[in-house]
């Protein structure tokens, strides 16, 4: 086993994953990044340039420039950035210029807990564990929903639901690492369970792969 701890938790928006990644690093004494947030900040970076996400040249640029401020633009969860980064991070070249940076920061010791797309699969093959966790459309668009009322941000759950249903179509179908749970994941579904429950279950598994 290598000197780190790495635990990686994948899964489509609102499963609960950044959530969970939080609650096991504190409860090990991890680092924790959300991987997504390096894509909504080249989002961000990229929109406040008038780019567009679709051009992958423009992408990579946005990807290869990003500053450490940029992760902590306040516009990081607005939903258009989330489109945004969907969309900019099915480029190979945007997905790789990001790749080393999540790999050094999951190697340094004492490790880490990674929450995104592909980090099971693709950013940490080797993890110490992987967990996977998923829920159905409907639920992951009313916590969205949730989320953005108690942000201000007026919703239609229905628009939520359609972009979700988009989204998920766009991460899963993508030709370079598509969303999906790794074989050796646990998967948990969350949609009828609190964020305690989820947390037990994974803790379980962690601890015992941890020793």
Same mark, same amino acid.
């Given at each position: 086993m290598s000197e780190a701890i790495i635990i990686a938790v994948d899964g489509p928006a609102a499963s609960g994953k950044?959530?969970?990644a939080r609650?096991?690093? &504190? @409860?090990?004494? $991890?680092? @924790?990044?959300?991987?997504?947030? $390096?894509y909504r900040a080249a989002a961000?970076? $990229?929109? %406040?340039?008038?780019g567009?996400? *679709?051009d992958a040249a423009t992408a990579e640029a946005a990807a290869r420039n990003l500053a450490e401020n940029d992760l902590k633009s306040p516009h990081l969860r607005d %939903? %258009? #950035?989330?489109?945004?980064?969907?969309? $900019?991070?099915?480029h190979p070249p945007v997905r790789a210029a990001l790749l080393a940076y999540q790999? &050094?920061? *999951? *190697?340094?010791?004492p490790g880490a807990v990674l929450d995104g797309r592909d980090?099971?699969? #693709?950013?940490?093959? %080797?993890?110490?564990g992987k967990i996977y966790l998923e829920a159905s459309a409907e639920t992951r668009a009313a916590r969205r929903a949730k989320e953005l009322r108690l942000r201000g941000v007026e919703s239609i759950e229905s628009r939520v639901l359609q972009e979700m249903k988009d989204r998920d179509a766009r991460d899963s179908g993508r030709a370079v690492a598509p969303l999906k749970a790794a074989e050796d994941a646990l998967t948990i579904?969350?949609?009828g369970l609190s964020p305690d429950e989820v947390f037990d279950l994974a803790l379980s598994y962690i601890a015992a792969r941890v020793g």
């Open positions: 950044g959530t969970l609650r096991l690093a &504190d @409860h090990f004494t $991890l680092r @924790h990044l959300d991987t997504g947030g $390096l961000v970076r $990229l929109l %406040e340039s008038g567009d996400p *679709a %939903e %258009e #950035v989330g489109q945004a980064a969907s969309i $900019l991070s099915a790999r &050094d920061f *999951a *190697a340094t010791p980090i099971g699969t #693709v950013v940490c093959p %080797e993890a110490t579904d969350t949609t």
